[in-house]
């Protein structure tokens, strides 16, 4: 049931059928091109696709992945293609998320016999998703790395990839053909009929932007799960997402690596602790602040960067919070609030991992001065520690409160390397 | 008040906590690797591998008991938005 030679993925695609990658294994999913954004916070310029794979052996038909419920009738119209839904014997989900299970109930009254793979971590998200009656429990059986389906003269062998992104996602690998059937990782929002990274326009900047808004969050785990993948053996890498990536699958493994790798202060070989202070000033009061924080800061030993947020832009501020072991802002209290730029960056932060990162905050005010404690408890929120009472300075401030602000540097510092491995840290000054 | 200590064995950090406190309140703020969920000892998560001290944690409900079967949990895994440290104790991302 191959494609015919002369026709081409678009050309397939287009008219509903399964695109073949190797001889038995297809391309079942469904294209989306007219999608501007997914899930509210990813904007795409050319839709998405949502891939699902149909692996055939000698001893049955494994299917993996679904697609989104309303593109259910595209992915069964090529699923039918190549299979008939009576030889389906394993129905694997690398990732429970609706975009790739909204077919799921559907293939699964079609095709009662298949049985369910699942990660270990995914039992609970598939029950809260299929919603089983008691009288009705639901059947699957759950992998852990190194677990294995035969089908015959081909074999499913499953990688247990937590939190990629989310706690039930793994990825499965087609042994025999050295294919990996990844899941989101590797993915992006790219809709290009021509399926194949060697046939498809440039999309690495859909790549990479994927990576910084899904994978980012959790790169410690990319890099556990890498060090399960980059052992195999690899011909193509086959994700939920955009292209399939048979031209030269490790380069993508390589860039994962390039943007989960360590923070910078590691990339340079420089251990000392590093405090990034942002600060917006309106008559000049709360920069001199920021000067002498970091002037203090710097006395304690700590690697300090001063930035004044009116001159830059909100993503490369993104960067440097990620790496630093400290951030402190400055603002001033305008109508009772602090200022909107300070607000932009400390709600651009969602795809960094802030926990255990220490925060900090002053500011010179004119007659109210909330902003500092409205900023605290932004960071709080974010799962920071403040370990050290915010400074306030009503309007100009003098050389013994331009001190206060060295003291507040010196301590914050302090703070950074108290929380060194191997100290016992009292709970009352995790702040 | 009584105090305990806590290790997070992933970041090498030891907390002195009163007993009773629970693990998610010093695991998120120490920059531990455990991840959260729902924070209710609903969605298992939060699941941690207690390396030593078991008997030092609040013993777990019947709830937490369900979501650890449902989570495959193994031996001395436990939900850190549920366990509450009553002595010391060493724990990591399960």
Redesign the interface.
Known sequence: MSNPPSASPTDIARRGEAIEILPGVHWIGALDPALRAFDIILRTANGTTYNAYLVRGSHGVAVIDTVKAEFADEFFARLESVADYDEIEVIVLNHLEPDHTGALPELMRRAPQARLHIS??A???L?ALLKPREEDPLEYR?ADTGDEVSLGERTLRFLHTP?LHW?DTQCTYLVEDGVLFSGDVFGCHHCDSRMFNDRCADFRFAFDYYYAHIMRPFK?HVMDALKLIEPLALKIIAPTHGPILRDRPRRYLTRYRELSSASFAERIGNEDPTLVVFYMSSYGNTARMAEAVCAGAEEAGARVSLYDLEGGEIQPFVDLIETADALAFGSPTINGDAVKPIWDLLSSLAVVDL???LGAAFGSYGWTGEAVRMIEDRMRGL?M?VPVAGLRIKLIPTDEELEECREFGRALASAIVS?E???????AD?? | MAKAKITFTDIDQTVNVPAGTRVIEVSEKIGAGIIYGCREGDCGTCMMHVEEGWNNLTEPSVLEEKVLRENMASRHDRLACQAQILGDCRVKPA
């Open positions: 270990s971590r039992p609970a998200m029950k759950t939190f706690p410690t926990k255990g990162k799962k520690r929380g491995k191997g100290r016992v840290i009292d709970f995790l702040g």
